[in-house]
């Protein structure tokens, strides 16, 4: 097997003693996608928080590609490659589809603002907008601001402004929270598209979802990682089913 893209090691957030990553180790291996799954409170998002440099670890290493991403700010590890989308849908209501994508594909340009003396650099962000909003199906609303769209479609816009960055590593952070059927019937045609050609962490508490999407998954409990296998391995181990997967049945 080929070096893994992103290599997570020994990584630990600590809050004032609450340990809400715990040792984490974790290869993830390129053009995989890869679930974290765990019950609330497990520590997925911050995870990817440290993934992301939106926050800093208080100990352990992550390295993209050879790359110590270990301490690099948010926009250092946008610009190599990894975008990301939130739990919670972060997008710029008062502003139209088309200018929410285009600030994610000129957040991607290594010195803010110089891209307006370069007419070159105009046209290729205005490429990679349009190809954004296309991939998600959002090109009849690029003149709706985002407020008017429906809640399915603004995370779809969510997703579009992270792939103006071009990303080759997508971080997803429950992409199908509090949709509908056929919204998430659509989202998961969209990360299976996605796939093809980018590799994908994704949290998601829909299991139905994370069976159909994911090539491997970690399992994590409180902080810590409790298991990483195939789909399979993770369906069959016991000690998923005791801590997780069996909780799950029965809160139904
Ligand atoms: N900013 C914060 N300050 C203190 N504790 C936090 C903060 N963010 C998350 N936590 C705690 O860290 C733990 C993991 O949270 P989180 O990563 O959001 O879990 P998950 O995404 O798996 O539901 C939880 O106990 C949560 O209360
Ligand atoms: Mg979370």
Not at 12 to 29: P, R, T
Not at 217 to 232: F, R
Request: a negative charge; proline letters at 3%; charged letters at 20%.
């Amino acid at each position: 097997m080929s070096a893994p893209l992103l290599v997570v090691q020994n990584l630990s957030k600590n809050y004032d003693g609450l340990l809400a990553v715990d040792c984490v180790s974790i290869n993830f291996q390129t053009m995989e996608v890869h679930a974290i799954i765990g019950p609330n409170g497990a520590g997925k998002t911050t995870l990817i928080n440290l993934l992301s440099g939106d926050l800093l670890p208080s100990l352990g290493r992550i390295t993209f590609k050879d790359r110590n991403l270990t301490d690099m700010p948010s926009f250092a590890i946008s610009q190599l490659g990894i975008g990301r989308s939130y739990q919670k849908t972060n997008i710029f209501p008062d502003f139209t589809c088309w200018q929410n994508c285009w600030l994610g594909a000129q957040s991607r340009l290594s010195t803010s603002m110089r891209f307006f003396k370069s007419a070159k650099n105009y046209a290729k962000i205005h490429q990679q907008t349009e190809q954004a909003l296309a991939l998600c199906g959002l090109e009849k609303h690029t003149d709706n601001l985002a407020s008017e769209i429906s809640y399915g479609e603004q995370r779809q816009l969510e997703i579009s402004m992270m792939l103006a960055t071009e990303p080759e590593l997508l971080l997803l952070d429950e992409p199908l929270g509090g949709m509908g059927t056929s919204e998430t019937q659509k989202m998961i045609k969209l990360i299976k598209q996605l796939a093809r050609d980018r590799t994908i962490i994704l949290i998601e508490h829909d299991m139905d979802a994370v069976f159909a999407l994911a090539d491997t998954l970690t399992v994590m409990v409180n902080g810590k990682v409790l298991a990483t296998g195939t789909p399979d391995e993770i369906r069959k181990s016991q000690d998923v089913q005791n801590a997780y997967l069996g909780t799950e049945e029965e809160n139904k």
